[in-house]
């Protein structure tokens, strides 16, 4: 399993005091700032900086579910290069931003996301081997300490390399029964499948619909 080293929870511990001391007591953020919920998504590889085409296309099948509460976006800020040991940087990066929400913004309710090797940086965060036992810790970022994990009500990944390894996050890990983990027919990165294409059509239905519907489900 994955374990937090001292001097990683020490600095997560350091993000939310010096937030919290910026920002003073809970609920005087601006409120711009502070939507009703916020979708912190990790792009897959290759992508440009942003949510990627999954993650927009999951955005915007979530909004209008929420029944008229505004929602923000984080585009989680890593290299997704070919690079894959870089991916734990993309999990430093989201595990940042929980913590700077749970000080800023208290009330806001977020959401994780990620798809291919942003759903690894994801696996990290649940404290799940991003490929199975097949490279251990090698390249993996600390899990989510507990009270973090508990901020995040819902999670939704795509492509998942580690549903190849038998370690989907709908039941492994700390988001096991909030997480919905979607594999396409064929798709050699998340299942036994030799389809290469089927890695490339998540931002299509029916995918980002599904997600959007169980995520909403839990908000």
Do not use: W
């Not at 990790?42 to 992508?47: F, I, L, N």
């Amino acid at each position: 399993m994955l374990k937090m080293s001292r001097t990683r929870a020490a600095a997560f511990g350091a993000v939310v005091a010096v937030v919290a001391t910026l920002v003073g007591p809970a609920g005087t953020a601006a409120a711009d700032d502070c939507p009703d919920v916020e979708v912190i998504f990790a792009r897959g590889t290759g992508e440009p900086p942003g949510l990627g085409r999954v993650g927009q296309a999951f955005a915007d099948a979530l909004a209008p579910r929420l029944d008229g509460r505004s929602m923000g976006t984080y585009a989680v800020n890593y290299p997704a290069s070919f690079n894959f040991l870089a991916a734990a940087s993309g999990a430093d990066d989201a595990a940042a931003r929980i913590a700077d929400m749970g000080a800023r913004c208290p009330q806001t309710t977020l959401v994780l996301g990620g798809f291919s090797q942003g759903a690894a940086a994801v696996s990290m965060l649940a404290g799940v081997p991003p490929v199975g036992q097949r490279i251990g810790s090698i390249g993996s970022a600390p899990p989510l300490p507990p009270a973090a994990a508990g901020q995040i009500a819902a999670v939704a990944v795509f492509g998942n390399p580690g549903a190849r390894f038998g370690s989907p996050l709908s039941n492994t890990g700390q988001f096991a029964g909030r997480a919905i983990d979607l594999c396409s027919g064929g798709d050699p990165i998340c299942s036994p499948g030799l389809d290469r294409a089927a890695h490339s059509n998540y931002e299509l239905p029916p995918y980002p619909d599904q997600a959007a519907g169980f995520v909403a489900g839990l908000l």
